[in-house]
């Protein structure tokens, strides 16, 4: 099956910094999305992206399908932004919504 | 359009009880997927379901199942509840067509097994 790998597993910024979140994955694939998780579990949609750019806000995602990797853009972080940021890909080949989720990475920003 | 529902928030159960979990997804939606979250085995995929028909399961034992209902409203079953079952549940919807849009999550149910 498809092996998602976001990079860095960790990362701690101060409050203002910018920073770049990496997924790689080993298939093709149809659907990637960008989550973030808040402190109460919930997975808020950050972006739908399998191909291309997108901003919204602060937030700007890239994805390069045929290099199989896609990157999170965070600028000028805020305390709020803290959290864990999952990367997630489906390859619809079977018909099916099983959506492969990295280990994502836990970002804490300082005030 | 209100978002994905999950009930219960939270559950403490003992072991060897069951447990039901229930999700409504989004208006319009006919696919619903659960998730479950623990530390040590991050996000995994349970099952899906989409038009009341399990459309792919995860490797689960069987003690895990789920249905839909024809307002594809969904529930998850874990009976003889064993303590590595504490996770936080998720469920997540989606119109389930082409694998190409995008999938809401709910806020999840915690479960505990003591």
């Known amino acids: 099956g498809i092996q998602v790998e976001q990079s860095p597993p960790d990362l701690i910024l101060q409050e203002g910094a910018n920073s770049t979140l990496r997924c790689n994955f080993s298939d093709s694939v149809n659907n990637l999305q960008w989550f973030h998780q808040n402190p109460w579990g919930q997975l808020i949609n950050l972006f739908y992206i399998p191909s291309g750019t997108k901003q919204n806000g602060r937030l700007s995602a890239t994805t390069v399908a045929t290099e199989r990797y896609s990157l999170l853009y965070i600028s000028s972080s805020q305390t709020t932004d803290s959290g864990v940021y999952f990367c997630?890909?489906?390859?619809?080949?079977?018909?099916?919504?099983?959506?492969?989720f990295g280990t994502g990475t836990l970002l804490a920003v300082q005030p | 359009k209100a978002g994905v529902t999950q009930t219960p928030r939270y559950l403490i159960k003992t072991r060897g009880q069951q447990v039901t979990l229930s999700c409504s997804p989004i208006s319009g939606h006919r696919s619903v997927s659960w998730y479950q979250q623990t530390p040590g085995q991050g996000l995994q995929f349970l099952f899906e379901?989409?038009?009341?028909?399990?459309?792919n399961k995860g490797n689960f034992p069987g003690r895990f199942s789920g249905r839909q209902f024809s307002n594809s409203r969904s529930e998850m079953n874990v009976s003889t509840l064993e303590l590595g079952d504490s996770a936080l549940y998720l469920c997540?919807?989606?119109?389930?067509?082409?694998?190409?849009?995008?999938?809401?999550f709910g806020p999840g149910t915690r479960l505990t097994v003591l």
């Open positions: 997540a919807s989606s119109s389930g067509t082409s694998g190409t849009d995008t999938q809401y």
């Open positions: 379901y989409f038009s009341e028909t399990q459309r």
């Open positions: 997630a890909v489906l390859n619809y080949g079977g018909a099916t919504n099983k959506l492969i």
